[in-house]
């Protein structure tokens, strides 16, 4: 049975309200934030983007030093579990698909390898990576997309984790992407990072990754008391949603 046009309207306008109720809601957090981390890409299939960061200056944004290049997960871009509203265009990340979350995300805190005294020039809290510390993905697990040390645990539940203190640099200095938090839903993805790349061009298994030089930058500007945030979307996307949820310019008006 067809539904009636008044009922479809009525529909319509019921979505519409909500996702600028939702909308109004990204601006008072974003709001709240006086540094942003801006990660854009071509598509949503591509595997690499650039990353701009940005400083509150008044009521405005202000481009705080040159854009980089990132590296993103195999499978390019998919809508995330962030701050973001839920959107209808794209894709959706979902556990193992290999793409890197799209939306607004909070930076909480970094980890890395070293003793936290030794990198006290890092102002976000810092987690130490030890041969304990794993990030559970295990979707059958309590623990889903959290990060813990598993002596810790009395009964690991868990039959799959990332285990944070690897043999290579890539997690030797990185920062947690809070993607799919609590309440934490299985399936939509976890253990999400900021970290060092493998090299340039090639992509993770669904983080944002860059250099070493460029990682220690961003975690020598970042800090707790401004609230940081991620913005990631592909350029389109970005630029649909610019003015409703009050994203700054990505032309550098710096002189």
Same mark, same amino acid.
């Given at each position: 049975?067809?539904? &009636? ?9 019921? #979505? ?16 709240? #934030? ?7 890409? #071509? ?22 030093? !040159? ?13 995330? =579990?962030?701050?973001? !509203? ?22 909480? %805190?970094?980890?890395? %390898? ?11 809290? %810092? ?22 040390? =598993?002596?810790?645990? $009395?009964? !690991? ?7 944070? =203190? @690897? /043999? ?12 799919? &938090?609590?309440? $934490?839903? *299985? ?12 090299? *340039?061009? /090639?992509? $993770? ?6 250099? *070493?030089?460029? @990682? ?8 707790? !008391? ?11 996307? %970005? ?8 994203? &700054?310019?990505?032309?550098? $008006?710096?002189?």
């Amino acid at each position: 049975m067809l539904r &009636p046009i008044s009922a479809i309207l009525a529909a319509l306008l019921t #979505s519409m309200a909500a996702e600028a109720q939702s909308n109004v809601r990204v601006s008072e957090e974003l709001g709240a #934030s006086r540094q942003m981390v801006v990660v854009t890409s #071509s598509n949503w299939i591509a595997t690499t983007g650039t990353m701009r960061r940005f400083e509150r200056v008044g009521e405005g944004w202000q481009m705080n030093g !040159p854009e980089f290049p990132v590296v993103l997960g195999r499978g390019g871009l998919g809508w995330g =579990r962030g701050i973001n !509203p839920a959107q209808q265009s794209g894709p959706e990340k979902r556990e193992g698909d290999g793409r890197s979350p799209a939306g607004i995300f909070l930076l909480p %805190y970094a980890f890395g %390898y070293a003793a936290a005294d030794s990198v006290r020039e890092i102002k976000l809290p %810092y987690v130490q990576c030890t041969s304990s510390l794993e990030c559970v993905d295990d979707t059958n697990s309590q623990y889903y997309n959290v990060i813990l040390d =598993r002596q810790s645990v $009395t009964k !690991p539940d868990w039959k799959s984790s990332e285990k944070m =203190r @690897m /043999i290579d640099d890539e997690y030797r200095l990185g920062i947690f992407i809070a993607h799919n &938090p609590s309440p $934490t839903q *299985p399936g939509s993805g976890s253990c999400v990072f900021m970290h060092i790349w493998k090299g *340039p061009g /090639i992509p $993770t298994s669904g983080c944002t990754a860059m250099s *070493p030089g460029v @990682m220690e930058s961003l975690l020598g500007w970042l800090d707790a !008391p401004s609230h940081p945030v991620l913005i990631q979307l592909p350029d389109a996307e %970005y630029r649909r949603l610019q003015k409703a949820w009050a994203l &700054p310019s990505l032309v550098n $008006t710096n002189p």
